[in-house]
């Protein structure tokens, strides 16, 4: 596995659940570690806890990316590790009782802001001949239950695009890889109102440090592997296709 000391990293959605625990163990692993998320106080806080620089952006913004691609270049001159992980649930409901905005939204946080990043480095990591981009999916882009249509949608377009990404980028040298992941231990469930976990089901779905380990052993694989798509599960949930 490679040691990821003077990788330059960026994460985004890094303000709490999943993006702070791969914060962690990618500073961990010796990668200087960029995280990005609009609340700025509670960035500011993870970013004491994984030693990683703060940068408050929107990642459906254009001009924020392009603030925070000239950020990191200006500091280092690279980027080696994009994680995208920003998403939202939006409010889970079925399809004709959506708000026309929570549907732009979700799409646009889950889906566009990922394109986006990947845009810029693309671009970077191209000129290096190097580079790893991991964008964070869902369970819900294959499986279906009611309510879910919208994100499900989003979901499956960012592993479509990535899939894309993969071929497009591996003759430079660039990996992309998708990764999918089902209940986790974070604010999903608050945030897109609906019932949240036990704290028994809590304790053995996904947590934030297990995704973090996940995510920063695929950025160590050796410069020849690559893994295009990885799956991760509680064994906890029971999934019956639909």
Not at 59 to 78: A, G, R, S
């Amino acid at each position: 596995m490679k040691d990821l000391s003077n990788k330059i990293a960026l994460v985004t959605g890094a303000s709490s659940g999943f993006g702070a625990g791969i914060a962690k163990h990618l500073s961990r692993a010796g990668a200087k570690v960029y995280i990005v998320a609009r609340n700025a106080g509670k960035l500011e806080s993870v970013a004491k806890e994984t030693a990683a620089s703060p940068i408050v952006a929107n990642i459906t913004d254009p001009n924020d990316w392009d603030k925070v691609f000239e950020i990191i270049i200006k500091e280092n001159n690279h980027l080696d590790i994009l994680i995208n992980n920003a998403g939202s649930g939006g409010i889970i409901k079925p399809i004709n009782e959506q708000d026309d905005t929570n549907i732009i939204h979700t799409i646009q946080t889950n889906l566009t802001g990922a394109i986006l990043g990947s845009k810029r480095a693309a671009a970077v990591m191209k000129k290096q001949h190097s580079g790893t981009i991991v964008n964070i999916s869902s369970v819900c882009s294959f499986e279906a239950w009611p309510g879910w249509s919208v994100y499900g949608a989003a979901k499956a377009g960012l592993e479509q695009f990535t899939r894309h990404l993969y071929v497009e980028m591996r003759p430079y040298g660039i990996k992309a890889t998708i990764l999918v992941p089902s209940w986790g231990a974070t604010n999903f469930n608050i945030n897109a109102n609906i019932e949240p976990f036990t704290t028994d089901v809590i304790s053995k779905i996904i947590q934030p440090d297990d995704i973090g380990q996940v995510v920063a052993n695929i950025c160590r694989l050796p410069d020849h592997l690559i893994i295009p798509e990885m799956i991760l599960l509680p064994m906890t949930q029971e999934i019956i296709p639909y």
